[in-house]
C-alpha cells in the first residue's frame, strides 16, 4: 500500500485556518488523495479527495502539489468542533479499501 | 450524503457467546462493503472486505471462522464475533462503497464491542 507521513499532533486556536500536510513520496498516477477526520467513539467523516486539482467544498479545501507527492488540508477557520483525528490516505480507484495510518491529532484551543 | 448505520452502537456479552452487528447503507446501494476495528489509541485497521454474493475476503490474521461476514444484499452486512473473548472487545465499523462510485467511502458510527 502506498504510505503517508502526517505530523503526530497539531494544535490551533479557534477561528484560525489550519493546514494539516501529508506526505506521499510513493504516490502512483491512480492514487485518490482522501482525507477522513474522526471524533472520539465515531466512525471516520468524508472530509475531502481529490486526484491532481486542488479540490475545495463546505468542510475543507485540499492543496495537492504539483507533483502529487505531498497534500495539503486547509480547514479555513476551525472551531472546537474540529477537534479530531485527521487522515490522509492514498486510494485506488477501484475495489481495494481504504488503509488508516496513524493521523494528525488536532487540537483547538478557544 | 451517504448514510451508513449500524446496530447495536454498543454491546456487553459474556465470553463464549455469540455477537452480531449489523452495517446497512440507508440511501443507496453498496456493492462492497468493509469491517474494521479500533482499539483503544490506535488506528482503523481492517479485517476484511465483503461484496455483494460473494465471500468476504478476510486481512492477513483475522480469523475467518471468528469473525463471520456476511453480505447478504446491497444495503446490509452482517459481522458475526463468534465465541466472544475479552480481547475481542473493541470497537468495530464498517465501511461501504456506493455503487457506480468507487473512490469514496462512507463510514458507520461503530459498534463498541465489550466482552465480560
Known amino acids: 500500500d502506498a504510505k503517508t507521513t502526517q505530523p503526530n499532533s497539531m494544535e490551533s486556536n479557534e477561528e484560525e485556518p489550519v493546514h494539516l500536510p501529508c506526505n506521499h513520496s510513493t504516490i502512483s498516477g491512480t492514487d485518490y488523495i482522501h482525507w477522513y477526520r474522526q471524533l472520539p467513539s465515531q466512525g471516520p467523516e468524508y472530509v475531502i479527495h481529490?486526484?491532481?486539482s486542488n479540490v475545495n467544498n463546505r468542510m475543507a479545501s485540499l492543496a495537492i502539489a504539483e507533483d502529487r507527492k505531498s497534500s495539503t488540508l486547509i480547514l479555513h477557520r476551525a472551531t472546537l468542533r474540529d477537534a479530531a483525528v485527521y487522515y490522509c490516505?492514498?486510494?485506488?480507484?477501484?475495489?481495494?479499501?481504504?488503509?488508516f495510518g496513524k493521523g494528525t491529532r488536532l487540537s483547538v484551543i478557544a | 450524503g451517504a448514510v451508513v448505520s449500524q446496530h447495536p452502537s454498543r454491546v456487553i456479552c459474556k465470553s463464549g457467546t455469540s455477537v452480531k452487528i449489523e452495517c446497512r447503507s440507508l440511501?443507496?446501494?453498496?456493492?462492497?462493503m468493509f469491517w474494521y476495528r479500533q482499539f483503544p489509541k490506535q488506528s482503523l485497521m481492517l479485517m476484511a472486505t465483503?461484496?455483494?454474493?460473494?465471500?468476504?475476503?478476510?486481512e492477513q490474521g483475522v480469523e475467518k471462522d471468528k469473525f463471520l461476514i456476511n453480505h447478504a444484499s446491497l444495503t446490509l452486512s452482517t459481522l458475526t464475533v463468534t465465541s466472544a473473548h475479552p480481547e475481542d472487545s473493541s470497537f468495530y465499523i464498517c465501511s461501504a462503497r456506493r455503487r457506480g462510485r468507487v473512490d469514496t467511502q462512507y463510514f458507520g458510527p461503530g459498534t463498541r464491542l465489550t466482552v465480560l
Open positions: 465483503s461484496n455483494e454474493g460473494s465471500k468476504a475476503t478476510y
Open positions: 481529490g486526484l491532481t
Open positions: 440511501d443507496f446501494q453498496a456493492t462492497t
Open positions: 490516505i492514498l486510494g485506488y480507484s477501484g475495489n481495494t479499501p481504504l488503509v
